[in-house]
């Protein structure tokens, strides 16, 4: 019986198979064996997996390798050289306190203590528009707060005196 080994298979199969490893093992593989080398080098999917890897991304897999390839290095060329796409200018009339995360900026203006504005801030290379909306009459005065958009959450605190 000949003997069984990942290199007998096609490289497509080969390839398909090293995509369900972890990226950190493709590249140690890649500096262990000459054949998964060569595999590895020439295969765009996994090569696109580094550069996501590389630029803190995760894939959306909305597009196909080609477009999201040239969205990667899009995005990337655009931070190397901090060359803005498109400026956008928020008009904040009354400053108070605020929060910035997630791309979602959060204000509670001076003005109206108890209501939040939320201003998702646009991305022209992700595909984002600007968007605002508020929560408005709030129970209490609103003296500080904090958001995290991962976790759709949004906490709220109000100082009383004497605690």
């Not at 990337?76 to 050289?81: L, P």
Request: net charge negative; proline share 4%.
């Amino acid at each position: 019986m000949p003997s069984v080994s990942l290199y007998n298979l096609p490289v497509e199969v080969f390839e398909r198979v090293l995509e369900y490893l972890d990226i950190l093992d493709i590249v140690h593989l890649k500096l262990l064996d000459r054949q998964a080398y060569r595999v590895i080098c020439c295969s765009n999917r996994i090569k696109y997996r580094v550069e996501l890897l590389l630029a803190g991304l995760e894939d959306g897999n909305y597009y196909n390798l080609a477009e999201r390839q040239q969205f990667l290095r899009s995005y990337q060329s655009n931070w190397d050289s901090l060359t803005p796409q498109k400026t956008t200018i928020i008009a904040i009339p009354d400053h108070g306190t605020y929060e910035l995360a997630g791309g979602i900026y959060g204000l509670v203006p001076n003005s109206s203590p108890n209501s939040i504005q939320f201003y998702r801030l646009p991305s022209v290379s992700r595909g984002i528009e600007m968007e605002e909306w508020s929560i408005q009459d709030l129970d209490f005065s609103v003296d500080d707060f904090t958001m995290e958009c991962a976790y759709d959450l949004l906490t709220a605190f109000t100082y009383k005196s004497g605690w």
